[in-house]
């Protein structure tokens, strides 16, 4: 009885490593991106508001 605790733990164990392996780089990757499309955005929106404080040339 005692041997299949033992099992059980150890295949939970490794499928919750695998699980951070594949969710860790995942995350890093999601995060990274969203910053970056955040920033992009940021920057169009500052371009815009400067393009705008600008007067026309008529």
């Not at 695998?18 to 890093?28: C, K």
């Not at 969203?34 to 040339?57: H, V």
Request: no cysteine.
């Amino acid at each position: 009885m005692a041997e299949s605790g033992a099992l059980f733990f150890v295949l939970m164990a490794v499928l919750a490593g695998s699980m951070a392996l594949v969710y860790v780089p995942l995350r890093i990757f999601l995060t990274a991106t969203a910053r970056s499309r955040r920033l992009r955005l940021l920057q169009r929106i500052r371009r815009l508001r400067d393009e705008l404080a600008q007067p026309l040339d008529s």
